[in-house]
């Protein structure tokens, strides 16, 4: 079940301390340190435009990574900090997590939604809202689903999932666990919904119109 995880290639390096990654800043490198899983913390070194690509690319401290070193075995790891210059803002040292396979992270799972071309309610003129294009998840490490199916054949106009309603895969559970969210909804075409504003407002003025007539009349028996 468990999806294409991105690779994170980084190199091992020998020197610590400040004067180290200095020199590693000034090779167009960025310095930093891999901990946790179990193993010692271990320095490493990331190509600085590498880096900043990912960065500028969104969601690089939300994903997960198959950590590359070479002459090592394949890790997986989460970034847990990345520190800039004050100025520049520009990255300067990284700090990335070590993960087990049985480790329980929470990931944004990507949601498909399937028989769009079927679905009932659009096939009426209704209109699809994905609400949640994306569900975070607590998920196992070892095994992360690549997305989340809904099937939407048979939603009609006015329907709507909620997380409720979906089954998951074994061994993950939503994050919000305090409230029943909707995913996706096929609401009224707008046309559809102005006529239903129009009848609203009418209704209302007629029952005004009533009240003001009887009032009226009430008045008049009184005189």
Do not use: W
């Amino acid at each position: 079940m468990a999806g294409k995880i991105p690779d994170l290639e980084v190199m091992a390096r020998t020197g610590t301390g400040k004067g180290a990654a200095r020199s590693a800043r000034r090779e167009g490198l960025v310095p930093g340190v891999v901990y946790g899983g179990g193993a010692e913390p271990q320095a490493i070194t990331i190509p600085f435009n590498v880096l900043l690509k990912k960065l500028k690319d969104g969601g690089f401290m939300s994903t997960l990574f198959n950590l590359k070193i070479e002459g090592q075995e394949d890790v997986r790891c989460v970034c847990r900090g990345v520190q800039r210059d004050v100025v520049k803002d520009l990255p300067t040292h990284l700090d990335l997590l070590r993960l087990k396979r049985d480790s329980r992270i929470n990931m944004n799972i990507h949601v498909e939604f399937i028989n769009m071309e079927t679905c009932v309610g659009l096939k009426a003129g209704g209109t699809f809202n994905a609400v949640r294009p994306e569900i975070e998840l607590v998920v196992t490490a070892g095994d992360i689903p690549e997305q989340i199916v809904i099937d939407v054949e048979n939603m009609e106009i006015g329907d709507s999932i909620s997380i409720s309603d979906v089954t998951l895969p074994e061994g993950t559970r939503p994050v919000i666990t305090d409230r029943d969210f909707v995913i996706a909804n096929v609401s009224a075409p707008s046309a559809l919904k102005s006529d239903d504003e129009d009848e609203d407002e009418t209704d209302a003025s007629t029952e005004e119109g009533a009240e003001e007539a009887s009032a009226e009349g009430e008045e008049a028996k009184e005189e």
